[in-house]
C-alpha cells in the first residue's frame, strides 16, 4: 500500500523560476510533515516542516502549504538557485512504537538551469 | 555538535565476510534509526531504537545485525551479504518525543562482491 505519493518525478526549472513539489498521503495519524533535500553522495538533510494545525510556513524562499481536508502538503521553491537542484522526498510521520516514524516519498529530482 | 557520523564512509566485502556499519551522535537524541536507499529511491527504514531498545525491525534479514550499545552509538554488523544488499546505509537520530525532525549522517556505500 503506497501511503505517500509525490510528484513530479522529476522537474527542470530556469535560474529564478518557481519550483512546485506536491505530495498527497492517506494515512490520517500522520502528524508531522517535512521535506527532505539530499544531494548526491549525502543524506537527506531537513529542509522545512510543518504541524496539522497551520496551513502555511515559510522559511526564506522555501514555502510549505498544507491541505488537511484534502490530504495533501506541498513545497514551493521561489527564485530558484543551480544550488538548489538536488532532490526532495516528502516524508510525513506518525508517532508508533515509541517513536516517530517518517514514511517517504518517492522523491523529486530538482534541475534548476543557470 | 549537531552531526550524525558514519564510518566508514565506503566499504567493499564479499559475501562470507564479516563487517559492522558505526554511527555516531552527541546531540542527546534517545532515538536512532537505520535505513538503507538503493540509487535514486527513497530511504527505506529498517531499524528503530528508542531509548536504547529496539521498537522497530521492518523485517530485515537476519544477515543484518543492529546493536545500540549506549545513547550515543549504533551499529549495524553484516554478515552473509548478497550483491543486491549493495546500498548507502544511512544512520539517523531524533528526540524521541516532540518531533524535531531527524538528522542523517551522510551514509556508508556498500559495495558486496
Known amino acids: 500500500q503506497q501511503q505517500v505519493k509525490q510528484s513530479p518525478q522529476s522537474l527542470i526549472v530556469q535560474k529564478g523560476g518557481i519550483s512546485i513539489i506536491n505530495c498527497a498521503y492517506e494515512?490520517?495519524?500522520?502528524?508531522?510533515f517535512p521535506w527532505y533535500q539530499q544531494f548526491p553522495g549525502k543524506g537527506p538533510a531537513l529542509l522545512i516542516a510543518i504541524r496539522p494545525d497551520v496551513s502555511e510556513k515559510k522559511e526564506g524562499r522555501f514555502t510549505i502549504s498544507f491541505n488537511k481536508s484534502a490530504k495533501q502538503f506541498s513545497l514551493h521553491i521561489m527564485d530558484s538557485q543551480p544550488g538548489d537542484s538536488a532532490t526532495y522526498f516528502c516524508s510525513p510521520a506518525e508517532w508508533g512504537d515509541s517513536s516517530y516514524k517518517l514514511i517517504f516519498g518517492s522523491g523529486t529530482r530538482l534541475l534548476v538551469r543557470p | 555538535d549537531t552531526e550524525v557520523t558514519q564510518t566508514p564512509k565506503h566499504l567493499v566485502m564479499g559475501m562470507t565476510n564479516k563487517k559492522s556499519l558505526k554511527c555516531e551522535q552527541h546531540m542527546g537524541h534517545r532515538a536512532m534509526y537505520w535505513y538503507k536507499q538503493k540509487a535514486k529511491k527513497p530511504p527505506e527504514l529498517m531499524f528503530v531504537?528508542?531509548?536504547?531498545?529496539?521498537?522497530i525491525n521492518e523485517s530485515v534479514p537476519s544477515r543484518f545485525s543492529p546493536e545500540c550499545p549506549n545513547s550515543s552509538l549504533l551499529n549495524l554488523h553484516l554478515h552473509a551479504l548478497q550483491p543486491e544488499d549493495s546500498a548507502l546505509y544511512l544512520c539517523?537520530?531524533?528526540?524521541?518525543?516532540?518531533?524535531?525532525?531527524?538528522?542523517f549522517g551522510s551514509g556508508t556505500r556498500l559495495t558486496v562482491v
Open positions: 494515512n490520517t495519524a500522520f502528524d508531522y
Open positions: 531504537y528508542s531509548y536504547e531498545k529496539l521498537s
Open positions: 539517523a537520530s531524533s528526540q524521541v518525543q516532540g518531533n524535531y525532525g531527524y538528522t
